[in-house]
């Protein structure tokens, strides 16, 4: 498969969205660079008295709107334009639900997967010192993103906390509730992704209830989302993880393969499953396509054989460009990233906000918010597109880019 850098494909869709608004070639030159970006180095004493120097980066792309916002990965694959385009996708996602922020983006160079937990404790503290300097609960909140988890941002809060001398819950979101986490933050993400589908399928006189399902990637976003469509009545007959996918075309019960996968490290050899490649798993037949691992699986090279009635894109930057314009000519409708999978930064602002005020919301009243936040998202999205013939990326990245132009219109150019 052809790689593409992401950063390259986060411009490309820049570039197709300005000409689309006529918007203005200051900003549009603004917008194609991050404000601010650090690298560091991370050494860690490891287990075996070893001393590894690992490279992280933390990236603001924009902060015209609030401070910014965005997760931190540590996976081996992250580089500089890797984050970069991360944190750009997290300015128009955030723009896109209408949330006080800017985006930004952090990564680590590793593989947690091969350290052990005090290993990866030194490297998320090392990495939260090294970016103290840049982030703040007014400045720019970090979050978890692919293989990072709640207790990694306790690691980072506590880390921040005692630089700072008193506790500062609101410098990360995505924590566990005993010190400051939302109530529903963890499901937030495929929660959302479940709504935008919901909605979706209303708008073709579908549902939920009895479709096809199949799901790439079973983190935190990808074994939720088989969760929670296996309450709503779907089947999902198809899940994968780095090590491979698994196929019953009867359906997999979540409890059964999140049991196996906790046991055995992967969704790989859960009994009475066919095996499959993630490859061969993008094209099964199904009513729902939920790419939710990394970026770049959807290329002009598998998107001709695609045979999903639905994408939603749980994962940030699945699909490329012209993957995209295939898809649109198939009359598949790919629900994008920016709103696909926002749940997760929806709930990260109301784990901020209610740090910053000292109280708190019960799940349900989370989920409703959450509820209200995501379908009109969706639905101006849809209209856009709908009124525009255009496919629902470009409506919302119309809606997005317009909203962040806007405020770096009113604020002006520093001095
Ligand atoms: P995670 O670390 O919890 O899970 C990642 C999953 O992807 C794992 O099951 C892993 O085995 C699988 N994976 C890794 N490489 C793969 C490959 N080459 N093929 C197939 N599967 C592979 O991460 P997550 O938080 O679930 O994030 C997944 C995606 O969702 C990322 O694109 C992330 O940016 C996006 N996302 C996550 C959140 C969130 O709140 N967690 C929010 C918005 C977007």
């Not at 549009?28 to 075996?48: N, T, W």
């Not at 694959?77 to 385009?85: I, P, S, W």
């Not at 479709?211 to 939720?224: D, K, L, P, R």
């Not at 090279?301 to 295939?326: C, F, S, V, W, Y």
Request: glycine share 10%; proline share 6%.
């Amino acid at each position: 498969m052809k790689e593409v850098n992401p950063y390259v494909l986060a411009l490309k869709q820049l570039d197709r969205v300005a000409k689309k608004i006529n918007l203005d070639p200051g900003i549009h030159e603004k917008l194609k660079y991050p404000k601010r970006a650090l690298i560091v180095s991370i050494p860690v004493v490891m287990d075996d008295g070893r001393l590894e120097v690992f490279t992280g980066y933390r990236v603001q792309h924009n902060v015209d709107r609030g401070p910014s916002k965005g997760g931190i990965r540590f996976h081996p694959d992250v580089t500089l334009d890797h984050v970069k385009a991360l944190a750009m996708w997290m300015t128009w996602k955030c723009a896109a639900m209408g949330l006080p922020y800017g985006g930004a983006k952090g990564g680590v160079t590793c593989d947690p997967r091969k350290m052990s937990r005090s290993e990866v404790e030194k490297l998320s503290r090392r990495y939260a010192t090294e970016i103290a300097i840049v982030i703040g609960p007014d400045r720019d909140i970090p979050a978890p993103d692919v293989y990072t988890n709640p207790q990694i941002m306790g690691w980072m809060m506590d880390t921040y906390s005692m630089h700072v001398g008193h506790a500062v819950p609101g410098v990360v979101t995505g924590k566990p509730v005993e010190i400051g986490g939302a109530y529903g933050r963890v499901e937030a993400t495929a929660r959302g992704c479940l709504f935008t589908v919901g909605e979706a399928l209303k708008c073709s006189g579908k549902e939920l209830k009895g479709s096809t399902v199949v799901i790439q990637g079973y983190g935190n976003a990808g074994s939720i989302s088989h969760r929670l469509a296996e309450e709503e009545g779907a089947r999902v007959i198809a899940v994968s993880d780095s090590k491979g996918g698994i196929l019953n075309s009867e359906g997999l019960s979540f409890s059964g393969v999140s049991a196996h996968k906790k046991e055995t490290g992967s969704v790989v050899g859960f009994p009475g499953a066919h095996p499959l490649t993630n490859a061969e798993l993008l094209e099964l037949e199904c009513d729902l396509l939920i790419p939710a691992a990394l970026e770049n699986q959807i290329t002009a090279d598998n998107a001709p054989r695609l045979k999903a009635g639905l994408i939603a894109e749980a994962a940030n930057g699945p699909t490329t460009e012209e993957a995209g314009e295939i898809l649109f000519k198939r009359k598949i409708p790919v629900i994008p990233d920016i709103i696909a999978n926002a749940g997760g930064v929806v709930v990260s602002c109301f784990e901020w906000a209610q740090n910053l005020m000292g109280y708190f919301w019960t799940e349900d009243e989370v989920n409703k918010k959450l509820h209200d936040i995501m379908i009109p998202a969706f639905r101006n999205t849809y209209e856009l597109a709908g009124q525009e013939g255009i496919d629902l990326r470009l409506a919302a990245y119309m809606l997005a880019v317009e909203r962040v132009a806007a405020a770096v219109k009113i604020r002006g150019v520093y001095p």
